[in-house]
Nanobody, 118 residues
Framework: QVQLVESGGRLVQAGDSLRLTCAAS????????MAWFRQAPGKEREFVAH????????SYADSVKGRFTISSDNAKSTVYLQMNGLKPEDTDVYYC???????????WGQGTQVTVSS
């Protein structure tokens, strides 16, 4: 079992920066690929970014490339999502997820709300 707890979401203005944090716990947390997804009401959950827990490989959705950066601190079993140049369309609930390589996420956090005002 892996437990994921997100934090850091809040109301910001367009152009602001925000850092989300995902704290992972559980005996096998270090084996997983960690990812961020986001979802707006009535829409499907969409991929934002992922990172191998060794930090050597990352991937981003086109919509956030160049603005968002995913990183990890293995010693703290924590994953971060640094979001710069936020836009109103980035308003969503952001979820942290853990997956074994090549598989769909097996664990999800409870989500943290990010709201970007124009």
């Amino acid at each position: 079992q892996v437990q994921l707890v997100e934090s850091g979401g809040r109301l910001v203005q367009a152009g602001d920066s925000l850092r989300l944090t995902c704290a992972a716990s559980g005996r096998t947390a270090g084996r997983y690929v960690m990812a961020w997804f986001r979802q707006a009401p009535g829409k499907e959950r969409e991929f934002v970014a992922h990172i191998l827990m060794n930090g050597l490989r990352t991937s981003y959705a086109d919509s956030v490339k160049g603005r968002f950066t995913i990183s990890s601190d293995n010693a703290k079993s924590t994953v971060y999502l640094q979001m710069n140049g936020l836009k109103p369309e980035d308003t969503d609930v952001y979820y942290c997820a853990a997956a074994l390589a090549g598989q769909a996420p097996a664990y999800w956090g409870q989500g943290t709300q990010v709201t970007v005002s124009s």
